[in-house]
C-alpha cells in the first residue's frame, strides 16, 4: 500500500520536525496555542478565586496584586473568569469543528469517489448553506431553543461541513487521476478501499491545516454570538460575554474592557499562524511565496 | 455566455426556494402562538383564535407558505405581529441604516485593502510587505466589536469628537447621521481590509509570476507601470471573487456591529423580533439576508465571467 503514495510524501516526512523547529510562525502558533489549552486545563483544577463568587464591596477593582486583571461589575475576579473563558472558547471550537469534519469529510471524499448526482447535491448544499452567515443560522435556532453554548456549536458547526466537504472534495478530485490511484484501481480495488487507503493519506495535512485555520475562525465566531447573547449564557463567563458587561463600563472601567477582547486576538492570532506553519511544515508542496 | 446566465440564474432560484422553505419549515416547529402571545396571558380562547384568523394563523402550513413567497412578488411581506405595522416597512426604515452602513464599510475596506495589497506585493519580502502583512495578520484576529468598543473608548468617551451609539435619523441631514455611522463602519471595514488586503497581496504576486509580465517588463516597462497596467488589474478578479464571498460576513459583522452602536438597523430588528416571537419578521428577514447573499455570489459569478472569458465555457 506504501509503495503506492507519491513519493514526496515519505521524502517530506523525515524533515517535518527539522522545517518544524525552523518555522517562526509555526513556533509562535504553537507555543500561544500550548499556553491556551495549558490555561484552560489549568481552569477545570484551579481559578485565583471562584468565578461564582460575588464580592460586591470589591467590585470594578482596577487591577492589583490579589486582582491581577482587576474585578468585573459584581466584584468577580477578572483572571479568573478569563481563564474559564478560555476552556469555554476552545471546547465550543474543538467540537464545531469536529462536527465539520466529522461530516463534510466523509462527504467530500464519497462525492469525489462517486462523482454524478452525489457531487451535484453536495455542491448545491453547500452553496446553500454558505448562503446563510453562521450568525443568522444561530439566530433562527435561537429563536427555537433559546439561547445557549449548544447553539454556537451547532451554528458554527453547520457551517464548518460544507467549508470542509469543499476542501477534501477539491483535494481528491485531483487525486483520483493520478497515476499511484490508476494503480491500484487496476489492482481491483473498490472505491471505498481506494479512498480510506490512497486518497485520505494524502488530504489528511490539508483537513489539519483548514481544521486549525476553521478554529480560529470558531473562536471568533463564538465570541460574536456570546456577545449578542445568543452563545454561552450567564453565569458561565465567556469572553464575548464579558466584552458586552464591559462595554456600558468604559468610563468607569476601561480596563473591563481591555483583556477579554485581547485574549480573543491572542488566541485567534495563535491558531492563524499556527494553520500558515502547519500548512508549510505538512507539505512543502504548497508552500506560499514568501 | 447566454447560457452561463441562465445556468447561474437557475442555481439562484433553486437555492432561493429552497433556503424560503427551509426558513418557513425551521420557524414553523417554533414552540408558542404568536396570537396568545400578542394577547398575553389573560386573554379569552375566541379571541385568541379570531386573531388567529386574522393573522392567517388558522390555514394549512402549505397555504400560508405559498402566500407569503406570493406576498414577496408583490412587497406584501405580511403584518408583524408586535409592531402592527406592514413587515415591509419596518424593513425598509431599518434598511436605511443597514444598508449605507454595510456600504460604508464595503468602500471603506476596499479602499484601505488594495492599495496597501498593491503595495505589500510591489515590495515582496521587503519591510512593506513584512509590516504591512503584520498589521493584516493581527487584524485578522480583532473580532469588530471589539475594535467598535475601542473606538467608542477613544473617539467617544475620550475625545468626544463622535457619538457613543444611536442614530440620528437622516432627517437631522447628513452631517450627523454620517457621524453616527462613522465608528461602526469603521469597526466593521478594518478587520474585512486585513484580509482583503492579504488575498491582494497574493493575487498580485501570482499575476506577478506570468509570463506577459516578464514581456511587458522586456519591452521596457517600469516595474511600477508594469504592476498598475498589467498586474493590478489582472489581480482584481480573485479579490472580487473574495469581495462577494465577504459579503456574508458582511451582513453578519452589521448586525453584531449595530448592537454595539444601538443603531436602529436590521440588526436589531431581527433580535427584538426573536425576542418578541415575531415569527413574520424573523423569517422575512432571514430570508431577504440569504437572498442578498445569493444574489451578490451571482452577480460576481456574471462581473467574473464577463471580465474572464474562460469561465463562460466551463473551463475551470
Given at each position: 500500500m506504501s509503495e503506492a503514495r507519491p513519493r514526496s510524501a515519505h521524502a517530506g516526512r523525515r524533515s517535518v520536525f527539522a522545517r518544524a523547529l525552523a518555522h517562526p510562525s509555526f513556533l509562535i502558533g504553537v507555543s500561544i496555542a500550548a499556553l491556551l489549552l495549558a490555561a484552560a486545563l489549568l481552569s477545570l483544577v484551579w481559578?485565583?478565586?471562584?468565578?461564582?463568587?460575588?464580592?460586591v464591596s470589591d467590585r470594578?477593582?482596577?487591577?492589583?496584586?490579589?486582582h491581577w486583571l482587576g474585578t468585573d461589575a459584581f466584584g468577580r475576579d477578572v483572571f479568573s473568569m478569563i481563564l474559564v473563558g478560555t476552556r469555554n472558547s476552545l471546547g465550543v471550537a474543538v467540537i464545531a469543528v469536529a462536527i465539520g469534519i466529522g461530516i463534510g469529510v466523509p462527504l467530500g471524499l464519497a462525492s469525489a469517489a462517486e462523482g454524478g448526482l452525489l457531487d451535484d447535491v453536495l455542491m448545491r448544499g453547500s452553496d446553500l448553506v454558505f448562503a446563510f452567515p453562521a450568525l443568522v443560522t444561530a439566530v433562527m435556532i435561537t429563536a427555537i431553543f433559546g439561547p445557549g453554548a449548544v447553539n454556537a456549536i451547532i451554528a458554527i458547526g453547520i457551517f464548518n461541513i460544507p467549508v470542509f466537504a469543499r476542501v477534501t472534495r477539491g483535494a481528491a478530485r485531483g487525486l483520483w487521476s493520478r497515476e499511484f490511484v490508476l494503480a491500484a484501481r487496476v489492482a481491483g480495488k473498490t472505491p471505498a478501499r481506494i479512498t480510506v487507503e490512497h486518497i485520505l493519506p494524502n488530504v489528511a495535512s490539508l483537513i489539519v491545516v483548514q481544521g486549525t485555520i476553521q478554529f480560529a475562525l470558531a473562536i471568533l465566531a463564538e465570541a460574536g454570538l456570546s456577545y449578542v447573547g445568543l452563545g454561552t449564557q450567564p453565569p458561565a463567563p465567556s469572553w464575548g460575554k464579558m466584552l458586552n458587561d464591559a462595554q456600558t463600563l468604559t468610563a468607569i472601567a476601561p480596563w473591563l474592557a481591555l483583556t477579554p477582547g485581547l485574549a480573543i486576538v491572542f488566541a485567534v492570532l495563535g491558531f492563524n499562524l499556527l494553520g500558515d506553519g502547519l500548512r508549510d511544515v505538512l507539505d512543502p508542496r504548497l508552500e506560499r511565496r514568501r | 455566455m447566454l447560457t452561463f446566465v441562465a445556468r447561474k440564474l437557475g442555481g439562484l432560484i433553486a437555492t432561493l426556494v429552497v433556503a424560503s422553505v427551509v426558513i418557513f419549515a425551521v420557524l414553523e416547529v417554533?414552540?408558542?402562538?404568536p396570537a396568545s402571545l400578542m394577547l398575553?396571558?389573560?386573554?379569552q380562547p375566541d379571541t385568541i383564535a379570531a386573531l388567529r384568523s386574522e393573522l392567517g394563523l388558522d390555514q394549512p402550513a402549505a397555504a400560508r407558505y405559498l402566500s407569503w413567497v406570493g406576498g414577496f412578488f408583490v412587497g406584501d411581506f405580511g403584518i408583524s405581529?408586535?409592531?402592527?405595522?406592514p413587515v415591509a416597512e419596518l424593513i425598509a426604515d431599518r434598511a436605511m441604516v443597514s444598508l449605507p452602513l454595510a456600504l460604508m464599510a464595503l468602500i471603506l475596506s476596499t479602499a484601505i485593502a488594495l492599495p496597501l495589497g498593491t503595495l505589500a506585493a510591489a515590495g515582496h519580502n521587503r519591510w512593506p510587505d513584512v509590516s504591512i502583512m503584520s498589521f493584516a495578520q493581527l487584524g485578522v484576529a480583532v473580532p469588530n466589536f471589539w475594535f467598535g468598543i475601542l473606538l467608542v473608548y477613544l473617539f467617544?468617551?475620550?475625545?468626544?469628537?463622535?457619538?457613543?451609539?444611536g442614530f440620528a435619523g437622516w432627517d437631522a441631514g447628513l452631517g450627523p447621521a454620517f457621524a453616527s455611522l462613522a465608528l461602526p463602519a469603521i469597526a466593521l471595514a478594518l478587520p474585512q481590509a486585513a484580509i482583503l488586503a492579504r488575498v491582494m497581496r497574493s493575487a498580485l504576486l501570482d499575476v506577478l509570476h506570468e509570463d506577459y509580465i516578464r514581456t511587458a517588463r522586456a519591452k521596457g516597462l517600469t516595474a511600477g507601470s508594469t504592476i498598475w497596467r498589467h498586474g493590478v488589474r489582472n489581480a482584481l478578479i480573485p479579490v472580487l471573487t473574495i469581495l462577494g464571498l465577504q459579503f456574508a460576513f458582511l451582513i453578519a459583522g452589521t448586525i453584531i456591529i449595530e448592537n454595539v452602536f444601538y443603531l436602529p438597523g436590521l440588526g436589531r430588528l431581527i433580535f427584538q423580533a426573536v425576542a418578541q416571537r415575531d415569527l413574520i419578521v424573523v423569517q422575512s428577514l432571514v430570508v431577504l439576508l440569504v437572498a442578498s447573499v445569493v444574489t451578490v455570489n451571482f452577480l460576481v459569478d456574471l462581473a467574473y465571467a464577463w471580465v474572464d472569458p474562460r469561465l463562460r465555457h466551463g473551463r475551470r
Open positions: 481559578t485565583p478565586y471562584s468565578v461564582a463568587e460575588v464580592v470594578l477593582q482596577p487591577p492589583t496584586l490579589a | 417554533l414552540p408558542g402562538d398575553g396571558v389573560n386573554a405581529y408586535t409592531y402592527r405595522v467617544a468617551v475620550t475625545l468626544r469628537w463622535l457619538p457613543a451609539g
